[in-house]
């Protein structure tokens, strides 16, 4: 019996995919934050110990914890470093951008985009300096929000109110800066905005009982601090950077007092998730008021594009790994136009090539400027989309792919 060419072509797809999965989970050089983050909540759910769970502050929500708690249990099968504990626990994380890419590649075909195209969107989404940088740094848990932002937008341009306030809910689940997905999600439903935003809440919530219950204070203080936001350095991939005030400290260094140049913002800076949150919102709110609801595709992924932004230029601990919810924004921009080739994130992953790989290298000044100018290029081309007379319309899913989310 002949295989139809198409199948073959679809297998080998996934294949590639679960194996550069698996590879990079599996690969991981070094835990980064995890020991000190994520660590000491996920060993709590590895040897049965809620209460030590529920006690515990990561900077991060439960969902990818209790996720990545049954495959970081494979490591005991073999010797159960910490380091392979950390990779197994990886494992679900990149198989969210997996499943994300693979998704957006039928969506792709069935809007005529070629093998070639297909292609290219997976291995965009998986082969990218923003995805490393998760898992060296410790951080898989973006990967797994990312995927859930970008996925509920996807369900909502289709109307499907359940589907995204099931994955919205999620993905405040996983990690608290999804929050800036609310709104863009909710404004590109057609109908029934407040009982997507209270599914997604209650959503959440279920997901987060064990550790309110277990721990409620330890839970709210944790909250908070995550808020607020204190730290002062900014990183150079931040718009902070060129901006914030130069200081001098005087250090030992082998027995010799050495000045140390750094800069540091004001108190400000210990409100800053806060405001960054409040800007996006006044975004949004803006772009609500100019442009007709619901939003159109092509609006809905350029306010997504610039909440998730504004969120990492905007903040002091800017890591590469913020910009995966944008770079995955991007590619399922590409990939519901229906685009030969997923352009916008083609230039996404270079662009963040040359800013993480090769200039992260050279000298501070010349590294942060490059980002600024980036960032702010790439700005201006999201607000030239919404401020443009016509949006394109959005062409509903085809029936079995919709099926299949």
């Known amino acids: 019996m002949r295989v139809p060419v198409k199948h073959v072509s679809d297998a080998a797809l996934v294949a590639v995919a679960l194996l550069i999965s698996v590879h990079a989970a599996l690969a991981a050089p070094m835990a980064g934050d995890y020991p000190g983050d994520g660590g000491p909540a996920l060993a709590a759910l590895l040897h049965g110990n809620l209460q030590a769970f529920a006690s515990a502050t990561p900077a991060m929500g439960d969902l990818s914890l209790l996720i990545r708690a049954p495959f970081a249990a494979l490591a005991y099968v073999g010797r159960p470093t910490e380091l392979e504990i950390y990779r197994w626990g990886v494992l679900p994380c990149a198989l969210s951008v997996a499943v994300l890419a693979l998704w957006l590649a039928g969506i792709a075909r069935a809007r005529g985009t070629g093998v070639v195209g297909q292609w290219a969107i997976v291995l965009v989404a998986l082969v990218n300096p923003l995805v490393s940088s998760a898992i060296a740094l410790g951080h898989p848990e973006e990967l797994m929000t990312s995927s859930l932002c970008v996925g509920a937008l996807i369900v909502a341009l289709d109307g499907r109110i359940v589907s995204s306030a099931v994955l919205l809910g999620l993905a405040l689940a996983c990690k608290q800066w999804a929050v800036v997905a609310v709104l863009p999600v909710l404004f590109a439903l057609e109908r029934g905005r407040v009982r997507a935003l209270l599914g997604a809440l209650a959503t959440a919530a279920i997901v987060t009982v064990p550790e309110v219950v277990g721990a409620p204070m330890s839970y709210l203080n944790n909250q908070l601090f995550l808020a607020r936001g204190e730290w002062r350095v ?121 800013l993480f790989e090769r200039l992260s290298a050279g000298p501070i000044e010349a590294s942060s400027l490059a980002y600024a100018a980036a960032t702010v290029v790439a700005l201006l081309l999201f607000v030239r989309t919404l401020v443009a007379r016509a949006s394109s319309p959005v062409r509903p899913l085809p029936r079995r792919m919709a099926a299949s989310a």
């Open 234 to 354: 900014p990183s150079t991939s931040s718009w902070w950077w060129p901006i914030a005030p130069t200081r001098v400290a005087h250090v030992l260094r082998d027995g010799n007092t050495v000045a140390l140049t750094y800069r540091r913002l004001p108190a400000i800076a210990d409100s800053l998730h806060s405001l960054i949150v409040a800007v996006d919102v006044l975004v949004v709110a803006v772009v609500a008021r100019a442009r007709r609801l619901p939003l159109r595709r092509d609006d809905a992924f350029a306010l997504m594009a610039i909440v998730m932004l504004l969120r990492c230029t905007l903040d002091t601990e800017t890591m590469p790994y913020f910009h995966t919810a944008l770079l995955l924004d991007l590619l399922a921009w590409d990939a519901l136009a229906g685009e030969r080739l997923p352009l916008r994130a083609l230039a996404g992953a270079a662009v963040s090539y040359v």
